[in-house]
């Protein structure tokens, strides 16, 4: 009898179901032909959720998460809960998700596909190939935070009024799981990690940099140098195919994968995995967000999530050949001129997401 693997699919709002959709065919296919199958759990979250439970986050999706293999998200969100109590806002829900999974490493690739450079608005990023490692659940969006009425006054005499204040720490622990996973995806890749930090004015970015300094001497072969946030912001539009690993913390890998996406010309072919500790279901999605101007329109460029559902086989279920397999396919079809919306040039022929996907399996072989 072959393998079987549980999948909790959380398709989301928006465009979500239609990609995640997308992602699970070819995910079958590639099982198929890999000897081995998925079993799916569908589960609500974000506006479906709230819609049907009252709770962006309900307790049986957690737990049906914490019972699998893998998870496959597509994206939550949408005008329609934009102006609902911000506590159970959908986006809430991706921060409970990950806290629940202990998904501390969130792993996003910035690949450029050559065919696709026109689609950049960077002129030299032929040839990057850059993972970002961003720590997830710890730093400022974790930190103490509050508004509180403040009695200080400006030097012209207008009085503060309220004063709100968000709070960035990290403990050398949290630094250290981050900065070793990092140390290790760099090690099997072209050996070179940055720390992206701002330790010339935060405190909490020098632990960063003496804890890493420590790591870096149980990796040898992997060289190791520090940009400020600032500068590499420059750095990834100037030089984007000279970057190998970024490591960073969580607010500045969530500004900066944006910026590194966007070099590779469309938010639709970017994938994500966010990983805990070994042995435990890691979550995968698109790096983008749920799309609503686009919903319903088979404009939505599925690749993001087939290259996610990639990174699921890969790191989740150790099934590297499966992962080669859709890789293979999707470069292929890119090869061959194929394009979806976002990805066309003006007045070429574009595919529907469906189409796409059905050029995806066609290559998939
Ligand atoms: P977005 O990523 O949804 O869309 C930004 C732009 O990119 C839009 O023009 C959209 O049409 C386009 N786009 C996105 N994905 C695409 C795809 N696969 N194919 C083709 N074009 C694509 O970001 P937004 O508009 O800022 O946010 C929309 C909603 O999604 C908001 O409610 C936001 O909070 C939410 N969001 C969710 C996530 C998530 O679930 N992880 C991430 C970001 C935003």
């Not at 049906?64 to 893998?70: E, L, T, V, Y």
């Not at 799981?177 to 990690?193: E, P, Q, W």
């Not at 940055?194 to 020098?206: F, G, H, I, P, Q």
């Not at 500004?255 to 995995?273: F, N, Q, R, Y």
Request: glycine share 10%.
């Amino acid at each position: 009898m072959s393998e079987v693997y549980k999948i909790t699919l959380m398709k989301g709002d928006g465009i979500g179901p239609e990609v995640v959709d997308a992602a699970v065919s070819v995910m079958d296919k590639a099982a198929s032909i890999g000897g081995f199958s998925l079993e799916y759990e569908e589960c609500l979250i974000g506006g479906a959720a709230i819609d049907s439970t009252g709770k962006p986050l309900p307790e049986e999706t957690v737990a049906s998460c914490k019972s699998s293999d893998a998870v496959l998200l597509g994206a939550v969100g949408g005008p329609k809960w934009d102006t609902i109590d911000p506590s159970i806002r959908p986006e809430r829900a991706l921060l409970g998700i990950r806290k629940e999974l202990g998904l501390f490493a969130n792993l996003r690739p910035a690949v450029m596909f050559d065919e696709l450079a026109d689609a950049s608005p960077v002129k030299n990023a032929k040839g990057m190939d850059l993972l970002i490692v961003r720590e997830l659940i710890g730093g400022i969006y974790f930190g103490d935070r509050g508004t509180y009425d403040c009695i200080e006054k400006l030097p012209d005499g207008t009085p503060f009024g309220k004063v709100s204040y968000d709070t960035e720490s990290y403990s050398q622990a949290e630094i250290r799981r981050i900065v070793k996973a990092a140390f290790t995806y760099a090690s099997g890749r072209r050996k070179h990690l940055t720390l992206v930090d701002k330790a010339n004015v935060m405190e909490s970015s020098r632990l960063w940099r003496t804890e890493t300094m420590e790591i870096a001497k149980s990796f040898p072969d992997v060289t190791l140098d520090f940009l400020y946030v600032d500068n590499c912001s420059m750095q990834l539009i100037g030089r984007p195919a000279s970057f190998d690993v970024i490591v960073t913390s969580n607010i500045f890998g969530d500004i900066l994968s944006d910026e590194a996406g966007m070099i590779t010309g469309s938010i639709g072919l970017l994938p994500s995995a966010s990983l805990g500790d070994p042995g435990k279901p890691g979550l995968y999605e698109p790096v983008h967000g749920s799309a609503p101007d686009i919903a319903g329109t088979g404009k939505a460029n599925p690749i993001a999530t087939i290259l996610s559902a990639a990174m699921l086989l890969r790191w989740s279920l150790g099934k590297p050949e499966a992962a080669d397999l859709i890789e293979d396919a999707v470069r292929s079809v890119i090869r061959s001129g194929f394009r979806t919306a976002d990805i066309a040039s003006q007045g070429e022929n574009y595919l529907t997401t469906e189409q796409m996907t059905a050029k995806i399996l066609e290559a998939l072989k």
